[in-house]
């Protein structure tokens, strides 16, 4: 009895020690709020938007649209875990790719970035649009409906085409609301169909 109860203890230990040193499976997690939802989530896989300018038109193809938010944050689940890479933290993020069409020249990428650092804060945005690449910004106040990217705070892609744009529109709602071209062309949202919803 007394060996039983020794051997039970050593067990016990030694199970114990092999959790404390592979670390408890915890997993530090955000979630995207509601007012985050808004300004993350304007595209679908399979739209088709149109843009007007002047006298022609461009065409933007939204391709894949990636959409990570934890289903809750009690820190035992193991939702978004990847141990083989030590990975704990599952922040809340969105991004979409797109193809844009215009005047005869391609710029594709990833659209916009977004994610949720921190519960206590918005979450962060930055939008990549014909080559040229924005700052990172705090989502701003339930107030606001837009956030303007304006050409000095944008970074030129390298090795790749470049759209010369003056400045760029987003709406919560509805992604890119219109953007200036260096020449003063302004292109608006004007239409947005899915392709995908009607096969």
Same mark, same amino acid.
């Given at each position: 009895m007394f060996n039983r109860n020794k051997h039970m203890v050593f067990v016990s230990y030694i199970l114990c020690s092999l959790i404390i040193a592979c670390g408890l499976p915890y997993m530090k997690k955000t979630q995207f709020g509601e007012m985050d939802m808004e300004w993350v989530t304007p595209y679908h896989e399979g739209d088709i938007i149109v843009f007007h300018g002047g006298n022609s038109l461009d065409t933007m193809f939204i391709s894949e649209v990636s959409f990570n938010n934890p289903a809750n944050r009690f820190i035992l689940d193991t939702e978004g875990q990847?141990?083989?890479?030590?990975?704990?933290?599952? %922040?809340?993020?969105?991004?979409?790719?797109?193809?844009?069409?215009?005047?005869?020249?391609?710029?594709?990428?990833?659209?916009?970035?977004?994610?949720?650092?921190?519960?206590?804060?918005?979450?962060?945005?930055?939008?990549?649009?014909?080559?040229?690449?924005? %700052?990172?910004?705090?989502?701003?106040?339930?107030?606001?409906?837009?956030?303007?990217?304006? %050409?000095a705070t944008f970074t030129k892609g390298v090795a790749q085409p470049v759209l010369e744009i003056k400045s760029i529109t987003w709406h919560k709602r509805i992604g890119i609301k219109e953007y200036v071209l260096n020449n003063g062309t302004v292109f608006s949202f004007w239409d947005k169909k899915n392709d995908v919803s009607e096969k």
């Open positions: 990847n141990w083989m890479e030590g990975i704990n933290e599952y %922040k809340a993020n969105s991004s979409c790719d797109y193809t844009l069409i215009h005047n005869g020249s391609v710029f594709n990428g990833v659209l916009f970035f977004a994610e949720k650092e921190s519960m206590d804060d918005p979450a962060s945005f930055s939008i990549s649009f014909g080559g040229n690449y924005s %700052k990172t910004v705090i989502l701003p106040s339930q107030e606001k409906d837009t956030i303007q990217f304006e %050409k």
